[in-house]
């Protein structure tokens, strides 16, 4: 797990690293900004990462496949008038750009340890308190795992 959540974060660096300017692992930093309270700071636009669920069945012996859930948040602090008739309008169409340019480095990548790609499952934008603005990625791969069993 720890090897696709690295592989993943490099893969956004060397593809987005010369557009947003923070990317790591989803703990909360979203909300904790939202209540106020003390936490890791966040800088914008930023990508953060979560891998919250795994399903696994087992196959023969001690292998294991997993289907693996991971969500990619991108957020921006939005301080721009982006009304029709600002002037500033083509700001929202640049996010949204970042986000459809996020899911091309993700969409069909096979990581390291991964049996397949990358494929996105679901996508979703909201707006947060604070004038925060998100674009949620959740996509699904498979992984294998053969645990040994080192009982005597």
């Not at 930093?29 to 669920?53: H, K, M, R």
Request: with cysteine; hydrophobic share 35%.
């Amino acid at each position: 797990m720890e090897q696709l959540f690295n592989d993943i974060q490099k893969q956004i660096a060397e593809k987005m690293g010369d557009t947003v300017s923070l990317t790591d692992e989803d703990y909360g930093q979203l909300e904790a900004l939202i209540n106020g309270e003390d936490q890791y700071p966040v800088t914008f636009p930023c990508v953060l990462i979560s891998i919250p669920e795994t399903i696994w069945e087992n196959l023969k012996g001690n292998l294991q496949h997993g289907k693996t859930t991971v969500t990619v948040r991108l957020a921006f602090d939005c301080y721009d008038d982006t009304h029709y008739g600002s002037t500033q309008e083509q700001h929202a169409a640049e996010r949204m750009h970042l986000a459809a340019r996020l899911n091309r480095a993700l969409h069909g990548w096979q990581f390291d340890g991964c049996a397949t790609v990358l494929v996105r499952r679901a996508s979703r934008q909201f707006s947060l308190p604070g004038g925060i603005k998100v674009y949620e990625m959740e996509y699904t791969t498979t992984e294998a795992d053969e645990s040994q069993n080192n009982e005597s």
